[in-house]
């Protein structure tokens, strides 16, 4: 199983960007999939996840200016983000489970600039 984070780059603060998580294989077949970010100097956080279209769930940081979705004809997991700010910089991963394990991908780098 592989995972390809991309859509990173730099931004401007109140900007968007949508990050996509493709498989190398079935999306459909993953139990949920979900992204984290890891910060500069700080622990790796949990951003946003999604096991079916009714079924998501987001950090407290992003809820309300962030969506996830999953596109299992495209293989593809995407995480919308709007509004952006300087403290959603960070290297983004994603992370797919099934039949118990977890496989990540690479990471995509977001620079949000004030």
């Known amino acids: 199983v592989q995972l390809q984070a991309s859509g990173g780059g730099l931004a401007q603060a109140g900007g968007s960007l949508r990050l996509s998580c493709a498989a190398s294989?079935?999306?459909?077949?993953?139990?949920?999939v979900a992204w984290y970010r890891q910060a500069p100097g700080k622990e790796r956080e949990f951003v946003a996840s999604?096991?079916?279209?009714?079924?998501?769930k987001y950090a407290d940081s992003v809820k309300g200016r962030s969506t996830i979705s999953r596109d299992n004809a495209q293989n593809t997991v995407y995480l919308q983000m709007n509004s952006l700010n300087v403290e959603d910089t960070g290297v983004y991963y994603c992370?797919?489970?099934?039949?118990?394990?977890?496989?990540w991908g690479q990471g995509t780098l977001v620079t949000v600039s004030s």
């Open positions: 992370v797919a489970n099934r039949r118990g394990n977890n496989y």
């Open positions: 294989g079935s999306m459909s077949s993953f139990n949920w």
């Open positions: 999604i096991a079916s279209p009714t079924s998501t």
